[in-house]
């Protein structure tokens, strides 16, 4: 819970420009409408869950969770170690269920000006995948609805910590912590993190994190519901970290971006325990707004409501994203189910068919897909369902390589503007001939710094 990580790519540049149009507006709190976990997915096992389905103005069972207090843990960095200002409390007033199945956490500002709020963890600190499986934490839930100045300070989230924190305290970021769910000052925006290694530095850039942000779908994230995901993916190797929101990917993580040090001291311990909190003020409100928060137009009173939290772990030795003995390499391959990524985005595709694409493609990006069969018969063509609202003069190369990133690609197209970032076409391009079960990477090359295509699928063929 301590990051500000921003992407500097288009969408981001959008997102400034409405939040500057949302400067000053207050909305209203919604509401809300509950809904219970849902069904267990074909494949999968519940690990464990909460519905929240206790009576109204009473404190979520304590047989599941333990309410922080005060300041700090006892002995642990002041201000929970991110600078924010509040008084975690056990009180009703500022952690209660609501008698319609959801979790309320209300920060309330006192008449002397004290913030107070609540921090919520499980009492369970092992949730973590079985070898060969993958670990899904999830919460259905929605932001504190203010916005604007009104918001500046508020900090919501919903996370996890390595369970070697409880006790020591000063074990951070070593022992690993996933932001599932992070937002600040009212912004319409999602954040997912990783923190890891050592801070100040090492290879989760702390205090930062590596993290990405993106825009809830449809509704805003202040103005209704949206779930949020984080999967941890040990059915594959490198195993692979991923954010989601509403079912949409939008940050993934490999281990192969790790030391093994790092990776061992974040995932071979007993697994992680889960948080729900609203913070006032801190690092990441005052890093984002540029300034100390909260501030005097801050206004209180506005809950994040959360509607379930639920884990669920995969059939051993699956992943929900594989066919079992692999990929056809001439059926259609959905872009977004890459096995590893660097520097892309997933987003709601309006190409026929509708689902996802890979968007937000610049240079140097790629897209990684594990155990590609080829088959006994050569295939020599690649074709790639691609779009492009690149400015003039902006193009690059998508390029096929087998099994490493830097490996000489095996065919290669040119893309220039199609028309806008959802003006789809199929695009054919020569392969040398290819046979055999292979890693297939997607590189992605140009002479500008500037996002020049997306993808929706590829597949190959024999002619």
Not at 116 to 145: H, W
Not at 164 to 169: I, K, S, T
Not at 299 to 322: E, L
Not at 328 to 337: I, K, L, Y
């Amino acid at each position: 819970m301590m990051t500000t990580p921003i992407r500097h790519r288009r969408r981001l540049a959008v997102l400034a420009t409405v939040l500057a149009a949302l400067t000053g507006l207050l909305v209203q709190v919604a509401v809300s409408a509950s809904a219970s976990v849902p069904p267990t997915p074909s494949g999968w096992s519940l690990v464990w869950s909460d519905d929240f389905n206790g009576a109204a103005n009473t404190l979520p069972s304590s047989n599941d969770w333990i309410i922080d207090t005060g300041h700090s843990y006892p002995g642990g960095p002041a201000n929970w170690g991110t600078g924010e200002i509040q008084n975690y409390t056990s009180s009703t007033a500022n952690l209660s269920q609501d008698g319609a199945g959801n979790l309320r956490i209300t920060p309330l500002r006192s008449s002397s000006g004290e913030w107070t709020s609540a921090r919520i963890e499980t009492r369970r600190a092992d949730f973590k995948p079985a070898d060969g499986r993958v670990l899904r934490i999830e919460s259905r839930l929605q932001m504190p609805n203010v916005t604007g100045a009104a918001a500046l300070g508020y900090w919501p989230a919903f996370w996890a910590l390595g369970a070697p924190y409880r006790g020591n305290y000063w074990n951070w970021p070593g022992i690993g912590e996933f932001d599932v769910m992070e937002n600040v000052n009212g912004i319409d925006s999602v954040w997912g993190v990783l923190h890891c290694g050592v801070n100040p530095g090492g290879p989760c850039n702390e205090t930062n994190g590596l993290g990405a942000s993106r825009a809830c779908p449809g509704s805003t994230c202040q103005s209704a519901f949206h779930t949020y995901r984080f999967e941890w993916d040990r059915s594959v190797s490198p195993n692979q970290l991923r954010w989601y929101v509403d079912g949409q990917q939008f940050h993934s993580l490999s281990q192969a971006q790790f030391d093994a040090t790092t990776w061992a001291n974040m995932t071979g311990h007993a697994g992680y325990f889960l948080l729900l909190n609203v913070a006032m003020g801190g690092a990441f409100p005052n890093g984002v707004s540029g300034q100390t928060t909260p501030t005097a137009a801050t206004v209180p009173g506005r809950p994040m409501v959360v509607d379930y939290v639920a884990v669920w772990q995969s059939g051993a030795g699956t992943d929900p994203t594989t066919p079992p003995g692999g990929v056809d390499a001439r059926s259609t391959v959905q872009a977004e189910r890459y096995q590893a990524q660097s520097g892309t985005i997933v987003e709601t595709t309006t190409d026929s068919g509708g689902g996802q694409n890979v968007g937000a493609i610049t240079n140097s990006d790629w897209l990684r897909y594990d155990g590609v069969n080829f088959g006994s018969t050569a295939a020599t063509q690649f074709r790639a369902r691609i779009a492009s609202g690149a400015a003039a003069g902006v193009s690059g190369l998508v390029q096929v390589r087998l099994d490493s990133p830097t490996a000489t690609p095996i065919g290669d197209f040119a893309v220039g503007n199609t028309g806008g970032w959802q003006s789809w076409r199929t695009v054919p391009a020569n392969v040398s001939g290819v046979t055999g079960t292979h890693t297939v990477y997607l590189t992605f090359s140009s002479g500008q710094p500037s996002d020049f295509v997306n993808v929706n699928w590829f597949t190959f063929a024999t002619s």
